[in-house]
């Protein structure tokens, strides 16, 4: 139980997704929703490239302040220095709110604003929205994915293995650790058992056996019955597919009832200042490990693009928004910085002059092999899976507590 490992190997992952296939949901559609145009920096004369881009805010379920902010710091700093193609940036944000109502007007407004490229999206009703896009040829870049269509519709354009990928390595990081059982709690959301469901099947080709899995629904307020259930199936470990509200008040529960099984959650559930509450007396969160797709903040020294979004974010912060502040940094923020910066790279490398939906597409499909730091060398089009073949990233990397700081753990590739 003490075997420290930095990345699931790539391989490993990509073995399993070839047996796995996506799991079909279904989600209402149609409401209200808040939406915001922001633009900032220089850029350059010609009209204004609108870049989309869908996320919940202030909501009970769900709240990634960190991906409006992360798109926005990067939308300052691509201006800053001339834009897409001597063009402004202009970033249209709307407010799903976690209702999927809200969602399809979200995206429906995206279509009739007429923006060149989404990214960064963070939906629990992708399954809403995705169609809505892919009708109107919109592409997606950046998204983190929660819904199987973005692991197939050909306008998504992942950086790396969305949701997906870390459920997947959780069952082989535990047996990588010796750990024979792992129960998981998840989100009572389709995005959850969806998650669940990938994450299940992997446990089955590894030889990890799930004694448990407990539905957490989004208003559940007392975690200790789900840790004492954990507890009393003699699990050795268990997953947390779960909200950050969610997962912040299972490690509560956990700490406070002094469990002992090892906790596997997922870097995206936590923020930075939620990891240094929870840091507990020995400063390791109680010892649990967390998955992710992308590095953590801390390892500057290995991705130097790591420094960049601290200085983007550190100028949006200057210029007002307090959800830059490191404190509510959260990976997905990174994920959705990242795609901006992938549409400004790949764009200004096109032989198109217009920047339209269905250039960036274009160019998006003649990509080979860019080099984008946090990421290996990115083609879009590449495969690593036929189950879930808009995936071409499969790196997962283990990020563990140390003085209430989330670090890489020891490489293993």
Known sequence: MTKKITRIRAARIRKAMASLSAVAIGVAACSSSGSKSTGSGSGSSGQAIKIGLIAPTNTPTLNIPAVPSSVRAAVRAINASGGIKGRKVNLIYCNDKSDPNAAVQCANQMVSSKVAAMVGDFSLFSTAVLPVLKKAGIPEIGATALAPQQYSFANSFLLDSGAFGPV???????????????????????????????????????????????????????????????????TQSALTILTERQTVAFLKSYQALGAKFKVITLTEAITSQEIETLKGSDGTMGGALLLGTLPPFSATTQFKQLV????????????????????????????????????????????????????VTSALDATKNLDLGLIPPWTPSKSVSAQLPRISNAAVYVVKVVNGVSVLDRSKN
């Open 308 to 359: 960049q979004y601290r200085t983007d974010m550190a100028a949006e912060a200057k210029a007002g928004d307090a959800t830059a502040e490191p404190a509510a940094w959260q990976p997905q923020g990174l994920a959705a910085w990242l795609g901006m910066y992938a549409v400004a790279d790949v764009m200004n490398k096109a032989r198109a002059n217009d920047v339209t939906a269905a250039t």
């Open 168 to 234: 997947m390595a959780a069952p082989i990081l535990a047996k990588e650790l010796g750990v024979k059982t792992m129960g998981i709690t998840y989100v009572n959301l389709p995005s959850g058992t969806a998650e669940l469901d990938q994450s299940v099947a992997t446990a089955k080709r590894t030889g990890v056996t799930i004694p448990v899995k407990i539905p957490v629904e989004v208003t559940e307020t007392n975690y200790d019955p789900i840790i004492t259930n954990l507890r009393n199936s003699g």
